[in-house]
């Protein structure tokens, strides 16, 4: 695949994966931060073979996209986490 193919294809992912996105009810957020931690694993994994590739292009770039996969994947664990604990309940202090 040359790079125009793969440019094309990656600004066409973008463009859905916003819209997509964009319409999702705020209800939702919780599964489609867990859907995005998925996404984002098998992100990783291409970059790593990205990043096996040899070539100082494919090096640079996968470290790139490693990093900011891993970013993602744990600021969406931590936002979760966070939102769920906003519904935890109180334990009931006996007198």
Known sequence: MDIASSLFVFLLATFLGLEVIRRVS???????????????????VAAIQVTGDGTTLGVVLGTLAVI?????????????????KMFKREPQKSE
């Open 26 to 44: 705020p209800l939702l957020h919780t599964p489609l931060m867990s859907l995005t931690n998925a996404i984002s694993a098998i992100a990783i």
């Open 68 to 84: 900011a996969a891993t970013t993602n994947i744990v600021g969406g664990f931590m936002i979760t986490d966070r939102m769920l």
